[in-house]
């Protein structure tokens, strides 16, 4: 992780073919074009590739996540739950679809615990999201359980786990839409792009529509298509579609690389009896981006984590203080700055996110050190970090 570590001349290639032809555009233009379609190609190859029955590209996770929410009739007045331990933009899409982020401890999976669920439902819960974080598996299944039971919808986030599985089947397939990002640091990249999947053609129907203004994409002619709901603009173009093409077929050689230089660090610090690991629930399942392990205690963690960057380990960390993925840093949630006015009954029926408690969830942080796995490292560079965290985890 990232796919740019590799890119080539198959991403011009594709580019090329969008330049030659002059069309950006992800619709029409059928003569000019050439049969050159990058967006559409791309979302039959990834629905193949994870076994959903239908795929519709756009243009970030985050809008993937305002899609899913959307297309699943989230909105005004609904409560959704969430993990503290993700990237923000998970919970500003709940938030902009004008519902409200409610949230649950984590466990050691770094992900949503299932047994937290039932603890924060209330009669207005609509929907709980989960987020598959740094590449590998919540548990997914329980979590999906948990959604049946009480008849709440279940959105997967699985922006960071492309290629993971849970027993073979693919994370972002269980719930009733899944969402992916490529933007320029996950394991393959359009430079800015995402993906909403799911097995409901009509929820296909309408997340296709909702991301282009309502188009009920019906015909030739873009002038003469009906609009049966209204929308926005999450349209991917051409030219990211083209590079993230070119990127989905590397997946497996990425997948491969990350999981070979993952096991040989891992296999290096299994020898300290402080480190512990993350819970990974199918180890071959696991796309392998990132080795998350845990200290004994906060302080241990926090001198460790300073001690590799000064070793020159980089693209280690600390998510405890990390300003964007952890509730902890998230002063702008909050105190629910945006740039706009939110609305009024919103800003009533959040609860004080100043004052929200989660225990476990700190205790697991705060011990936690994640180190980004890299697919273009050589076989010297991955020897010489091993050597390097050695040292450090032995001083």
């Not at 998350?292 to 001198?303: D, G, I, M, N, T």
């Not at 936690?368 to 490292?377: A, V, Y």
């Amino acid at each position: 992780m990232p796919g740019f570590e590799l890119f080539g001349d198959e991403e011009r290639k594709e580019v090329q073919d969008v330049l030659d032809t002059g069309v950006l555009f992800r619709y029409g233009f059928d003569q000019a074009r050439k049969n050159h379609w990058k967006a559409r190609t791309f979302e039959a190859e990834l629905a193949q590739r994870i076994g959903a029955g239908c795929c519709h590209l756009c243009s970030s996770g985050t809008a993937a996540l305002s899609i899913a929410l959307a297309s699943c009739g989230v909105g005004a007045g609904d409560e959704v739950i969430v993990p503290p331990f993700t990237f923000i933009a998970t919970i500003e899409a709940v938030l902009n679809a004008g519902a409200v982020p409610v949230f649950a401890e984590i466990d050691e999976t770094l992900c949503l615990d299932p047994e937290a669920i039932s603890d924060v439902v209330t009669p207005r819960t609509k929907a709980v999201l989960p987020v598959h974080m740094c590449g590998a598996m919540a548990r997914i299944d329980k979590i999906n359980s948990v959604c049946n039971k009480k008849g709440l919808i279940m959105i997967e986030d699985a922006c960071q786990a492309l290629g993971s599985t849970l027993d073979g089947k693919a994370l972002g397939t269980f719930g009733q839409m899944g969402c992916f990002s490529f933007d320029p640091v996950k394991t393959i990249t359009c430079g800015e792009g995402g993906a909403v999947v799911t097995n409901d053609k009509n929820l296909y129907q309408i997340a296709d529509a909702y991301s282009d203004h309502g188009h009920d994409h019906t015909g030739n002619d873009r002038g003469l298509e009906g609009h049966p709901i209204l929308g926005t603009n999450f349209r991917i173009c051409e030219l990211n579609a083209a590079v993230g093409l070119a990127q989905l077929r590397k997946l497996d050689l990425i997948l491969r690389k990350q999981r070979t230089h993952k096991k040989a660090i891992k296999d290096a610090l299994a020898q300290f009896s402080e480190i512990t690991f993350r819970k990974i629930l199918d180890e071959k399942g696991d796309s392998a981006t990132f080795l998350s392990f845990f200290l004994p205690e906060e302080s241990r963690a926090r001198k460790i984590a300073g001690d590799l960057g000064q070793a020159g380990v980089d693209a280690c960390f600390y998510w405890y203080d990390n300003n964007w993925h952890y509730i902890r840093q998230w002063d702008h949630l909050k105190k629910l700055k945006s740039a706009a006015k939110l609305p009024l009954k919103l800003l009533e029926d959040c609860p004080d996110y100043e004052k929200i408690e989660l225990p476990r969830s700190d205790s697991i942080m705060s011990r936690t050190i994640s180190m980004l796995i890299k697919p273009s490292w050589t076989e010297e560079e991955l020897m010489q970090r091993i050597e390097r965290i050695i040292d450090v985890v032995k001083g």
